[in-house]
């Protein structure tokens, strides 16, 4: 009846060290592949090792779990765009948000500027990678915004290329747009 005497079950501030002794593995951490309560639209890819791009490459495969967004939720989508995105891709995605101001600001590299081939192309599962772990000089931004945000917000980028692209602005957009200059 050893059992009785050390509990398996898990105790927070425990020390677990006297569990490898009698051959349990044990280390606090969920299962792979576990969703966690209250979490959703999971990202089945980690993080690439330095110097690696397998998971990266292989993200152009994910498609955004998201329905379109209606204007109310795109409205919203463009504020966190504003508050986490902008300030380095600016408000018009040209890569010219308030931190490098043309050059003149803080920030002394150029961010990417998200409307142009090269973005415009860019599968959104790959774009979510980029906000989930970084990508060169942009940090994650998985601990600021949730899923459903990070692929909202991609969604909202999206919206924004096509209408460079096509000329015709999203209602939506073009309102929040214009009442956030204000």
């Not at 973005?119 to 915004?145: E, H, I, R, T």
Request: overall charge positive.
């Amino acid at each position: 009846m050893p059992d009785m005497g050390d509990s398996r079950a898990y105790e927070t501030y425990a020390d677990h060290k006297h569990l490898a002794d009698s051959g349990i593995f044990y280390n606090n951490r969920p299962v792979n592949g576990t969703i966690a309560r209250g979490e959703e639209l999971p990202f089945p890819l980690a993080k690439d090792a330095v110097g690696d791009s397998t998971n990266y490459v292989a993200s152009k495969a994910i498609p955004n779990p998201l329905p379109a967004l209606n204007a109310a939720e795109l409205k919203e989508a463009e504020r966190l765009y504003l508050i986490n995105c902008g300030i380095c891709h600016g408000s018009k995605l040209d890569g010219n948000g308030p931190l490098y101001k043309g050059g003149d600001g803080p920030y002394v590299a150029k961010p990417a500027q998200l409307v142009g081939a090269q973005y415009d192309n860019m599968p959104d599962g790959q774009m979510f990678y980029s906000v989930q772990y970084g990508k060169n000089m942009m940090g994650s931004y998985a601990s600021q915004l949730s899923r459903k945000q990070r692929w909202s917000i991609i969604h909202y980028i999206k919206a924004k290329q096509a209408e460079a692209k096509g000329g015709s602005a999203a209602p939506a957009a073009q309102d929040s747009t214009s009442t956030a200059k204000k």
